[in-house]
């Protein structure tokens, strides 16, 4: 595909996690109503691809106390308008714990995602954005393709060109695996936040999106939790 020197592109995906800020059960229906509903409504009126990324437990918890939104979503996901991007049955830290676990911890987390919206997401959130070298060989030998990491971490590094986070990476450990990186930005997402709860103007909003525009760089619009928005624990 050719791409025009001035061309950008954005995407964004919301991290869904029911025990977010440990969310009381008798809150669980409360912020599938005003957080996990919206998006999908978003995304089915206005046209939108969103990305959703949502542990297996979360999804189970879903299924459970809201089947229509499972149907729902299911629809949209046949459109092309909703894509699922995995993350484990739980939220794990996986550099603190075993292989063994952190293996489990995937395998289950693709067994419930089959299992209620019937996809394998070709796309991994490495939890609590905590990468290590050793999670290259994890994903790669779990079928997963494409993981996002958050590119103020990485860029921390000054030997890595800043220009890069705005382009795919790959990422290789040190027996020569390989696997695709999408970023996740805390810069863009913050920003995002701070217009919808009032802290800054649209003005504000657009001219920071549109200072990062230019060529054919891809920009993260918003790569954070859904439960910040209509909802407080």
Known sequence: MKVKKNSTFGYLFFHFNI??????EEEYLNVIEKCYFPILHIAKNLKIPIGIELTGYTLETIALLRPDWVLLCKKLISQ????????????VIAPLAPSEVNTFNLKEGFRIYKKILGVTPSIFLVNEQAFSNGLVELY?????Q????EAENVFLDKK?????KFYKQVAIDDHNNHIN??????LFFQ????YAHGEIEISEYLNFIQSNFGNGRTIPLYSSDIETFNFRP
């Open 146 to 149: 494409n993981i996002i990491i």
């Open 191 to 194: 920003k995002f936040q701070r």
């Open 181 to 186: 990186v999408i970023w996740n930005s805390s």
């Open 140 to 144: 790669k030998a779990n079928n997963i």
């Open 19 to 24: 025990a977010f800020s440990a969310i009381e």
């Open 80 to 91: 092309n308008l909703i894509n699922i991007i995995g993350s484990g049955y739980c939220q």
């Open 160 to 164: 890595y060109n800043p220009e890069w």
